[in-house]
């Protein structure tokens, strides 16, 4: 039996979040599903897929921010997220209909594991 478990030490995010477009979210998703990547909802229905994290730690810096034209916003994100073996997370405000980007809690990775156990029939609760 396996057991996956993450501790986090209350560390202060330094990164804001960084506001990007429904285009530039649209090119990380092709890229991220391209390579397998893609965490949470692999679906096309507009509201779900802004909501999501994926990860970010397996590629090159340059190669995610040419998708986001090299925002500084989004290069901070990226970077710190890479840094702490964290992944990203994508929001979508409602009110303001912006997306934002920013580092999730979630360590890199987890998700895949956490799959890996339910192929192998292993509850996780």
């Known amino acids: ?21 429904a285009r530039q979210l649209a090119a990380f998703r092709a890229f991220a599903r391209e390579r397998g990547e893609l965490l949470d909802h692999d679906d096309e229905d ?15 810096l ?12 989004v290069i901070a ?10 992944n990203v997370r994508f929001d979508r405000d409602d009110a303001t ?12 990775g987890s998700d895949r594991q956490s799959r890996a156990a339910r192929g192998l029939g292993i509850a996780s609760t």
Do not use: H, N
């Open 46 to 60: 507009p509201l779900v897929a802004c909501s999501f994290e994926a990860r970010v730690c397996p590629w090159s």
């Open 62 to 73: 340059a190669s995610i921010c040419a998708l986001f034209d090299y925002d500084e916003g």
């Open 1 to 21: 039996m396996s057991i996956t478990f993450f501790l986090s030490a209350g560390a202060q995010r330094d990164a804001k979040p960084a506001t990007v477009t």
């Open 77 to 86: 994100v990226v970077e710190e997220a890479q840094f702490r073996g964290l």
């Open 97 to 108: 209909r912006s997306i934002s980007l920013c580092v999730a809690s979630t360590p890199d």
